[in-house]
């Protein structure tokens, strides 16, 4: 297993759409299992294929207290949306920004899970704004969309900034030649 790069925000490669995998293989379970292990070193609560720079339709989800019931959807659709709920959101690619957003309160989805078995579920709570959240990350939607775009600017000039600072930090690290 392997810890991934997160892309953060506003990294363009964050807006591709990814594409449906064919069928789930040996490459795929491997991805599943370095992206749950960035997702839990991180930590969070999912991660979408799309924020390690890969652009296929993957997401893990643990929204479990003890981060010991990992789930992995392959090509995960929403088949149905219902009521709406309002929660605070974060994502780790937008460091240190907490929003609230709303999204529907159940879904219904299927996928394929990490056998390649297909699967179809309810989901309500936090696991449904999770799915919604993932699942935008794949068409290369994130959080802070649906936030004011004065809100998202200041947001993204934040980051911009921190980045930078980041990059002269470990810039002033690296011996001189
Ligand atoms: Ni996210």
Redesign the pocket.
């Known amino acids: 297993m392997a810890l991934l790069t997160v892309l953060h925000y506003p990294d363009p490669r964050l807006r591709i759409q990814a594409k449906p995998i064919a069928a789930v293989s040996v490459e795929t379970r491997r991805l599943i299992a370095d992206m749950l292990e960035t997702m839990y070193a991180a930590p969070g609560i999912?991660l979408?294929a799309t924020?390690v720079g890969v652009d296929q339709r993957v997401i893990v989800v643990d929204v479990s207290e003890n981060n010991d019931e990992s789930r992995a959807f392959v090509n995960p659709e929403i088949l149905v949306r219902d009521g709406k709920e309002k929660m605070q959101e974060g994502?780790?690619?937008?460091p240190g920004v907490f929003e609230e957003v709303e999204r529907a309160e159940h879904i219904r989805v299927r996928a394929l899970d990490r056998d390649g078995k297909r699967v179809e579920f309810d989901a309500d709570g936090l696991l449904a704004v999770c799915i919604q959240?993932?699942i935008d990350?794949l068409d290369g939607k994130?959080?802070v969309d649906y936030l004011s775009e004065l809100k998202r600017r200041r947001i993204r000039k934040k980051l911009e900034r921190e980045q930078r600072e980041e990059h002269e930090r470990s810039g002033a690290a690296a011996p001189a030649i």
């Open positions: 999912g979408a924020q994502c780790l690619s937008v959240h993932e990350h994130l959080f």
